[in-house]
């Protein structure tokens, strides 16, 4: 969809560019989330990746400056990601379902990352950086 946009925006003279794209700054904190991802939502029993954190969160953030520019940025800590055959809705606690649950599977457990890139458009420039931290250096900081 954005693309379609930048190739409509290309025919606009460039003072209408800026008059006709959305400068957008979108901000979200999810602290203790548990957020469940179907993958059939008409499903009941269809398998679900679940994202919980006991003692960290989510940070997410998207932003458009005229059509030139977009950026996200996605920050996570202490983030453990499950593979679960079907949705245990009964269970509290992300270690709990790990203990009890045979469907459960961890992908990863206390991920601490960060993942940011921005494109510009017009210079066709891409910038994409990835960092995380282990467990022993999320104690010191």
């Known amino acids: 969809m954005r693309i379609d946009y930048l190739e409509r925006s290309k025919k606009l003279e ?9 400068n957008l700054d979108v901000r979200l904190w999810l602290d203790q989330p548990s957020i469940a991802i179907p993958s059939d939502s008409n499903d009941p029993n269809a398998p679900v990746l679940l994202l919980k954190s006991q ?5 997410y953030r998207y932003r458009t400056i005229d059509y030139n520019f977009s950026s996200q940025i996605i920050v996570t800590k202490n983030l453990d990601i499950l593979f679960l055959r079907k949705m ?6 992300t270690r709990k379902l ?3 649950e045979r469907d459960a599977h ?3 457990a206390a991920l601490s990352i960060s993942f940011n890139y921005e494109i510009f458009v017009e210079s066709k420039h891409f910038n994409l950086s990835i960092s995380s931290l282990s467990p022993d250096q999320m104690k010191k900081s």
Do not use: E, K, M
Not at 55 to 59: A, E, K, L, P, T
């Open 14 to 22: 460039p003072s209408r560019n800026r008059l006709n794209c959305l």
């Open 88 to 93: 245990a809705l009964n269970h509290t606690t």
């Open 55 to 59: 003692n960290g969160g989510i940070f």
């Open 98 to 100: 790990n203990s009890t």
């Open 106 to 108: 961890f992908v990863a």
